[in-house]
């Protein structure tokens, strides 16, 4: 079993639409980071959070530790958040990434 | 602000030949590391440094060396290319914490043929 799991891991949804991708862990970490990846393009980072919630723009992150689990948010979909979205825990004493397979999300106009 | 930079940004080469992948970064991070990307995957760490001149493994290593001669650059050397190190190769960089932002570079699609 992967130490990192997304669900769904394709995605397709209208402008306009609320999103929500998922990731589960099953390992301790000390952060947990999202990650956004655009075709043929390199890879942002988005946010890092060890506890609550976090929000920029139109994005939003949760993180609930004793459940395992982070959700990404995206609110009023735009065409241009096509891309793929990246979890990724940080663990150890030198917090390296263990990255999940990534979610494509797709957004039509 | 540059932020990390890799060179070159596409490379076929043939088995058995080697190359140097570079990456540099102007953030004065401490920490940098190399991955690779596979179809179906996530991504990987193959090797990686905390500081100048340290060196670590990752969770890939075969077949690849690195050196961290100055704070600036990280390079990823193949000596004998092979087809299953066909693949997008991502160079990544870290303040000098533990849970601190990681910064890419844009990858290096890299082909072996």
């Known amino acids: 079993k992967n130490e990192v799991e997304q669900s769904p891991q394709n995605l397709t949804a209208q402008e306009g639409e609320f999103i929500t991708i998922n990731c589960s862990y099953s390992v301790g970490i000390s952060a947990l980071h999202w990650l956004q990846q655009h075709p043929g393009g390199g890879i942002v980072s988005l946010f890092m959070?060890?506890?609550g919630k976090k929000k920029h723009g139109r994005l939003i992150a949760t993180i609930n530790i004793q459940e395992k689990h982070s959700s990404l948010h995206i609110t009023a979909s735009h065409p241009r958040d096509s891309a793929v979205y990246i979890c990724a825990v940080a663990r150890g004493s030198q917090g390296n990434l263990i990255f999940g397979k990534g979610t494509k999300l797709s957004v039509k106009p | 602000n540059a932020g990390v930079t890799q060179t070159p940004k596409f490379r076929v080469l043939k088995t058995g030949q080697s190359m140097t992948l570079l990456c540099a970064q102007d953030?004065?991070?401490?920490?940098m590391y190399w991955y690779r990307q596979d179809p179906g995957m996530g991504l990987r760490l193959i090797h990686y440094?905390?500081?100048?001149?340290?060196?670590a493994k990752g969770e890939v290593p075969d077949g690849y060396n690195v050196s961290r001669l100055k704070k600036q650059n990280f390079l990823l050397g193949l000596e004998s290319a092979a087809p299953s190190q066909t693949s997008v190769y991502f160079c990544?960089?870290?303040?000098?914490?533990?849970?601190?932002?990681?910064?890419f570079g844009q990858g290096t699609r890299l082909t072996v043929v």
């Open positions: 990544a960089s870290r303040p000098g914490d533990r849970d601190t932002e990681a910064f």
């Open positions: 959070l060890s506890s």
């Open positions: 440094s905390v500081g100048e001149g340290t060196t």
């Open positions: 953030m004065n991070h401490e920490y």
